[in-house]
């Protein structure tokens, strides 16, 4: 793995592409190196990683641990730190998203990504902010705002881990208020509450969520799935029975105590993954292309 080289005025080796000048907002990849032993390596699926917090900060756990996970099963990862707190007033977040997308599929040959298969994963508010991809990636007056095309920003596939979704009696409040803050127009809460604007137009998804989840209730991803159906839209839907909020991947590497130590939760990483090399047809290749792979090399 190497961290790639952004193209400016000329090659440079960095951690982070600043997305605000200030790098206020920033992506980091994590960009996988091919070889021509591993023929899947010229031009790899990606997932973007979206970190929850509330809208008020982003969560260490749900970022690069995530990534690292991914990149484990062969995909090019990317952190997207997004506007949060004063900022993050609706659309800031999704415009900083849909910005991402754009620089990655810019990006795309020099960091050997496929652009028609990138999926994100959500957390939490990451969640809510995924999903208003998932349904606003082709809002003319967002696009506008965010100075980017609808085919740029464009989500191949969404993974949302105990999502806030709705605005309605099962919200969670803080990340809906932080998210509604300074707007005064009374359809906010409605443009909020995203399984009312779930249409054909929104990509294939896999939900995670626990049912005995406190903050974020379980009623979110049910909304979401339910929609998805009624569009006919495909998506696998995995609700474990117990667990608390925030797991992240349910295992060692994100657990700062027992109750984040879930191993039945843990299992949407592979489940997910698995769903995505099948959505994405990125499994082994014919043999004789490794063969020939085998005989260039040497």
Request: charged fraction near 20%; glycine fraction near 8%.
């Amino acid at each position: 793995m190497h961290f790639v080289k952004h193209k400016e005025d000329k090659m440079l080796d960095v951690k982070r592409v600043n997305i605000t000048d200030d790098g206020r907002v920033n992506l980091t990849p994590y960009i996988l190196d091919k070889s021509p032993e591993m023929p899947l390596s010229e031009k790899r699926p990606a997932v973007v990683v979206i970190p929850g917090g509330g809208y008020q900060a982003l969560s260490d756990r749900e970022g690069e641990p995530i990534a690292m996970a991914f990149a484990a099963m062969g995909f090019n990862t990317f952190v997207l730190r997004y506007s949060v707190g004063q900022y993050a007033s609706f659309p800031n977040p999704l415009t900083d998203l849909m910005k991402a997308m754009k620089i990655i599929r810019t990006h795309a040959i020099d960091w050997n990504t496929d652009p028609d298969k990138i999926a994100i994963v959500g957390f939490s508010a990451g969640g809510h902010l995924v999903a208003s991809l998932g349904v606003y990636w082709n809002d003319e007056k967002i696009l506008k705002l965010a100075g980017v095309k609808a085919e740029e920003a464009k989500p191949n596939a969404l993974i949302l881990c105990y999502p806030v979704i709705t605005s309605t009696e099962k919200k969670e409040p803080g990340t809906i208020a932080t998210a509604a803050s300074g707007h005064d127009e009374p359809d906010i809460l409605d443009t909020l509450s995203l399984e009312k604007h779930v249409g054909p137009h929104t990509p294939p998804c896999y939900i995670a969520h626990t049912f005995f989840d406190p903050v974020v209730f379980v009623e979110n991803s049910l909304l979401f799935a339910n929609a998805l159906a009624a569009n006919n839209v495909p998506f696998e839907l995995h609700i474990t029975q117990d667990g608390v909020h925030g797991l992240a991947l349910g295992d060692h590497v994100t657990s700062i105590g027992p109750l984040l130590h879930n191993k039945e939760f843990s299992a949407w990483v592979k489940g997910s993954g698995e769903w995505m090399k099948k959505l994405f047809e990125f499994n082994c290749p014919p043999d004789f292309e490794y063969e020939t792979a085998i005989r260039r090399k040497r």
